[in-house]
Every structure is written in C-alpha cells, then in structure tokens.
C-alpha cells in the first residue's frame, strides 16, 4: 500500500497535468493534451511530479474522473497556457491557482481544504509532539476532521485560510490565536 505522501504525490502530478487537458484552444483527444503539455509539468523539476512523460501520460484522465467540477474550476484558472512550479508539497501546480488547486487536492485526497493549506506549516513548526511529516499531518488530520466535526470545524474557522502554529506547553502544534478551539479539539479527541 502506498504511503499517503506518496499518493498525494501521484495524484497531485495527474492533477497538475489534467488541468492542461481542459484547457481550451487546444484539438484532439486527452492524449493529445498531455503529449503537448506533459513536457511543461515535467520541466517543472518537482520532486514529487511525475517521474517521466509515461508517467505524466498514464494519468490523465484519473483526476478529472475523481473530481470533476474540482477540476473544471481549476482548469478555468489555469486557462491555455498555464506555468507550472512546485507548490509546498513539492508537486507541480499551475501558476496563480493556489485556491482551485487546494481545493482538487482537498477532494483528491479526501481531506478539508483547511488540511491541505495547513500541513506544511504544522510540519514546518517542528513541534517534538506534531507529524513528522506531511504524509502524518494529513492522515490526523483527516482523522481529526471525521472524529469531531464540529470541533474541527471550529478550528479551521478560527485560523482561516493561511494559518501559522506554534507549539503548546505539550509541544503539540496549534494555529496561532485558536488554542480554545484546538483544546476543544484535543478533548474530542
């Protein structure tokens, strides 16, 4: 089975790619669009992007099955021509769509926007009692999200969308300026 980072991985590579497929001004079938454009997501250079033009090519179709009208919004940002760089998780986005792209990955890998958008800040808060990694942070906080609803939701409310943490007297992280909703949280838990 693969790690979750691994599969975020995989499906943030497709997604960057299918993104391309929907782009309008371009003929011919989904093939066609990732034979074109898999170059650009390639030459992105991102460590978790796909690994060759077979990869790039072998996934195109997945990500807009999974998420469709995800994928629709992202595409519509993205538009004709879109750059691609390494977002946080080191996989390859267009440019100037960081929101639609949350979002997709949010769907992609079954987790709220709010764990997307936060994990590589948890991570980078480097709390001896956070995950050690962004596969870890998504996996809790999945958990999190379907174990107290109402109290996760509290917290990603409170932290909005670029949220920053610190580390609790437990050396646990929490979003700055939410520490009642997280030790709600915590208590669900």
Partial sequence: MRSLVTKFTLVSSLMA?????????????DEDYCAIYCPAVLAAGCD??????NDCLGGCRTVQQMCGSQFDALADC????????CNAYDSPAPVGCDSQNDVLTACLQQVSVFCVQSCPEVVAAGCTNGPGDLDDCLS????????????????AQCAGSSPTFACDANLSPYPE?????????????
């Fill in 177 to 189: 300026g939410c520490q009642t909703q997280n030790d709600a949280l915590l208590l669900c838990l």
């Fill in 48 to 53: 978790n992007g796909p690994a060759d033009l």
């Fill in 78 to 85: 993205a538009g004709g021509n879109p750059t691609f760089d």
């Fill in 17 to 29: 790619l299918v993104v391309i497929l929907a782009s309008p001004g371009c003929g011919g079938d």
């Fill in 140 to 155: 809790g906080c999945g958990a999190s999200e379907t174990s107290c609803p109402t109290e996760f939701q509290a917290v």
